[in-house]
């Protein structure tokens, strides 16, 4: 366990406001165990504050769909590694038992999300305590988002049944981000299909998701057959051609992680790219705006998930950078943006049951605007985490 009061990590005083905003975090993660039992909340808080998840289909209000849910107990592990409290692991635990019936009643696994879901949930649960009920779980997520590789275009399917022609062949930046699951996998099996689907998979975002002048599209498609790219597009974003910052930050975090898995210098390469873009279109404050074609003087709404995101994707890109300097940058900007999160977007008093405030969940779609959100947390709990103690063993 680490010591909140005895951690390694940066000198000065980001280190000291990261480990003060983590035990305000652990505090909140607390009443939320009190507050929602084995339930999960929604996606995004109303008002401030989240309501239980609504029912869906034949699962029950406060049950276990959508591609949130695993956030909840990647914050409970986090708090029992900070501070030895069994509340916390035994939280995380019963989620883990959910999530093992999820993945054995098929309830809602039609997408690429099965890696957010079960690196937080199942993953987390296997390196931490070595729960083989949770190591089969996450291996049987593995191979059900294997279902949606596509050949010959080598990539992973985004979302929906892959019979529906309107999601064939499209991928989403987001999914750099589940593809540690496969990782994982291949780790724990030495199966080559899983390390070969992540290296071509993120290959293919590389080229075609990341664009010429370093920002990224959200959503890209391929032709299912012939495996030919076909277009850019977006679902989030302010239009096609423009940066969904939560996309940009995305980028950032998940090609550095699939470098690490890979060694593909291609891949810290474009996490590097992804990184300058995102940060040169900051404004002062250094948190988002929720699509960068916007700037300082904007009523557009910030995005403080991607805010959080970005701090974590900054951490793992400064630890690849054989250049102190660059390290160094990468560095700094990460304790900016933390350091602004941390004055700027954490509620005051107790009317919020969030980490922080000022998210985007879909603008296009008003849902989910000026709101926490349950990944905003998380990210922003793992990014303060990380600035305590750097050693810290990421669950991705």
């Known amino acids: 366990m680490t010591s909140l009061s005895s951690a390694p990590g940066h000198t000065g005083a980001i280190q000291t406001e990261a480990r003060t905003a983590l035990e305000a975090a652990i505090a909140t993660t607390r009443a939320n165990i009190q507050k929602f039992g084995e339930r999960y909340p929604d996606d995004t808080t109303v008002d401030g504050v989240y309501p239980p998840r609504a029912a869906w289909r034949d699962i029950p209000e406060g049950g276990n769909h959508g591609w949130t849910t695993s956030f909840v107990p990647g914050m409970q592990w986090i708090a029992w590694e900070a501070t030895g409290d069994d509340v916390f692991k035994e939280a995380a635990l019963r989620h883990a ?204 709404p910030r995005d403080s998930s991607a805010a959080a995101i970005a701090v974590s994707g900054l951490r793992e890109l400064a630890i690849a950078e054989d250049d102190a300097e660059s390290a160094a940058r990468a560095t700094e900007a990460a304790d900016r943006i933390l350091g602004s999160l941390i004055a700027n977007y954490t509620p005051t008093g107790d009317h919020s049951d969030a980490l922080i405030l000022h998210g985007v969940y879909n603008l296009p779609g008003d849902h989910g605007v000026d709101e926490g959100n349950l990944w905003g947390d998380y990210f922003y709990m793992e990014a303060l985490q990380r600035t305590v103690d750097p050693d810290w063993r990421l669950y991705w």
């Open 97 to 300: 038992r959910d999530f093992e019936r999820r993945m054995q009643e098929g309830d809602d696994l039609d997408t690429h999300d099965l890696g957010f879901l079960y690196s937080l949930a199942c993953v987390a649960a296997w390196r931490l305590m070595g729960d083989e009920d949770a190591r089969q779980a996450a291996l049987a997520a593995a191979d059900h988002l294997m279902t949606r590789f596509l050949e010959p275009a080598g990539i992973v399917q985004a979302w929906g049944d892959l019979a529906d022609p309107r999601q064939a062949g499209r991928t989403i930046i987001d999914s750099l981000m589940n593809m540690p699951l496969l990782t994982w996998a291949y780790e724990q099996t030495g199966d080559e299909r899983y390390a070969d689907a992540v290296q071509r998979h993120t290959l293919q975002l590389r080229d075609h998701i990341l664009r010429p002048d370093d920002s990224t599209f959200h959503t890209f498609y391929w032709d299912v057959e012939t495996g030919e790219p076909l277009r850019g597009a977006t679902e989030q974003g302010a239009h096609d051609d423009s940066c969904w910052a939560r996309g940009q930050a995305w980028g950032i975090y998940g090609f550095a992680l699939n470098y690490r898995a890979t060694g593909d210098e291609r891949f810290l390469d474009a996490s590097r790219r992804c990184a300058a873009y995102f940060l040169t279109h900051l404004p002062a404050d250094a948190v988002a705006y929720w699509d960068l074609v916007y700037t300082d003087g904007s009523d557009a």
